[in-house]
């Protein structure tokens, strides 16, 4: 069986984005190694793991895409965490060094949805739990 356990962001600074992201959502170092190269925040049944670029580099021999936080986009894959207080989440993280990119809106789907970027540059979604709407029009008896 597979099961999905962490998501690895490659950065310069271990220990600075740990920090970052226990300043910004309350997050918990779990795990940092002593050569400070790679780390975990707890995040519940998966990590959310930091590994520096000498490191990537070393598993990586062919090279990697680094995350440029000064390039105009974020690339195409962002870290969602999620909370019942979506904009209070966002004023806490842009304290903390985050910057906005999209503010928090109401989604058809019944959930309040937010981007960021951490001063790495990765994109985060900041979001609400899906609220279901009751559906209306419908005159069966569910009774029945």
Sequence with gaps: MIRFAYTIVYVQDVSRSLQFYQNAFGL???????SQT?????TGTTKLAFAAHGLAEGNL???????????NKPL??????????VPAAVAQAVAAGASVVVHPSEKPWGQTVAYLR?????????CSPVQTKPQTGSTKDPSS
């Design 76 to 85: 195409g894959i962002e870290i969602a965490l999620m909370t019942d207080d």
């Design 28 to 34: 918990q170092t779990c795990f940092l190694h002593p």
């Design 61 to 71: 021999p062919g090279g990697y895409l680094p995350v440029d936080h000064k390039a």
């Design 118 to 126: 951490d001063p790495d540059g990765t994109l985060l979604e900041v």
């Design 38 to 42: 790679y780390g975990e925040l707890e």
